[in-house]
């Protein structure tokens, strides 16, 4: 089946720090990959997506690559702000209307 | 612009008894319409998805039922709540699969 697997439940990291996020995916075919971002009390909001034409996506100073050798789909970020301090998803589309959302990794950035 | 409005924001509701969530999408036509479920500090379970009016796709069994009225239009309900209900409902739309999903404001549901 489809699943996605984020193994990172919290990360805390200090502003202008390097983040990096865990994601590995299994499905067959070739499915398209999202970071979405949820801050509290809201719901979740696309931060980035990725299909296998393009490889790679970046939106705000965050990045993701898609690999399909290793099937993961990290999400990067160079210098982490006090704002981005959220709970971000790695999401599968496999193209069947049902997506699947990772578990979830809660960053929480100390000023 | 495209808008989602969800109802109620909140709700307390008894076990046993009936609920319905509403969901309504405007301007945009034929949108496919999702229901997700998020246990309090959980992930989000997709729990039914609808492409069209009149029908709908149910990708988990919690005990709750879903419908489309209208293009616009998506009901999640039960005629009885269960505690394993509780949790924050979304309701979100797309224009086709494998874009953006654009997530509403979420109902939260307690059941006691």
């Known amino acids: 089946g489809n699943s996605v697997t984020q193994m990172q439940g919290q990360v805390t990291l200090s502003e202008e720090e390097f983040l990096f996020i865990n994601c590995t995916y299994s499905?067959?075919?070739?499915?398209?990959l999202f970071w979405y971002v949820q801050y509290p009390g809201e719901g979740p909001q696309l931060l980035l997506k990725?299909?296998?034409?393009?490889n790679k996506g970046s939106s705000r100073g965050f990045e993701a690559t898609y690999d399909k050798g290793t099937t993961s789909f990290h999400l990067q970020k160079a210098s982490v702000q006090e704002s981005d301090s959220a709970v971000y998803y790695c999401v599968l589309d496999p193209d069947t209307n049902k997506v699947v959302f990772g578990t979830g990794t809660r960053l929480q950035v100390l000023p | 612009a495209q808008t989602i409005h969800q109802w109620p924001v909140a709700e307390i509701k008894a076990v046993g008894s009936p609920l319905s969530l509403g969901c309504t999408i405007k301007g945009k036509s034929s949108p496919n319409l999702y229901w997700y479920w998020q246990a309090t500090g959980g992930t989000l379970q997709q729990l039914f998805y609808s492409i069209t009016v009149g029908q709908v796709e149910s990708v988990v069994q919690l005990n709750l039922s879903a419908s489309r009225p209208k293009d616009d239009q998506f009901i999640l309900s039960t005629e009885k709540l269960l505690l394993s209900h509780s949790g924050f409902y979304l309701c979100a739309w797309s224009l086709v699969t494998n874009t953006e999903v654009f997530f509403g404001k979420g109902t939260r549901l307690t059941v006691v």
């Open positions: 990725v299909t296998t034409a393009n």
């Open positions: 499905t067959t075919g070739y499915p398209t």
